[in-house]
């Protein structure tokens, strides 16, 4: 599966995750969505605002996409203002999602 081929709400979410925070960037998300990163989970918008604004920004590098029962697992390579950047290997694993909201999405190596 290519990066062209991934459910649209996905590319999306890419596409705005590596600029300063939206109202487009929350809208992709279900009022009661859950994020998990780090181990931890941030469960719905207000949540998952919170955690952005404590997470550097970032630019991504999409270096595989894959498709599984159980969701589509987008693997990359981050390069921001972190120790350790850029970072590679980092799977974003979107569990639960349509085309109207992200669900549930687990980061992590």
Same mark, same amino acid.
């Given at each position: 599966?290519? #990066?062209? /081929? ?8 890419? /596409?705005? =995750?590596?600029? *300063?925070?939206? /109202?487009?960037? +929350?809208?992709? +998300?279900? !009022? ?8 931890? /989970?941030?469960? @719905?918008?207000? =949540? ?12 991504y !590098?999409? #270096? ?5 029962? %159980? @969701?589509t697992?987008? #693997? %990359?390579?981050?390069? @921001?203002? +972190?120790? @350790?950047s *850029?970072? %590679?290997?980092?799977?974003?694993? +979107? ?9 549930l999405?687990?980061?992590? *190596?």
């Amino acid at each position: 599966m290519t #990066t062209n /081929e991934v459910a649209p709400i996905i590319r999306r979410y890419f /596409e705005l =995750a590596g600029q *300063p925070d939206s /109202e487009d960037y +929350f809208a992709l +998300f279900d !009022e009661d969505a859950v994020v998990e990163d780090e181990s931890t /989970e941030h469960r @719905g918008v207000t =949540a998952i605002r919170e955690w952005r604004r404590s997470v550097p920004l970032v630019s991504y !590098e999409i #270096t595989d996409v894959e498709d599984t029962p %159980a @969701g589509t697992i987008v #693997t %990359a390579t981050i390069t @921001g203002d +972190f120790p @350790g950047s *850029p970072f %590679a290997g980092l799977r974003y694993r +979107f569990s639960d999602y349509d085309e109207s909201a992200i669900r549930l999405l687990r980061i992590a *190596p």
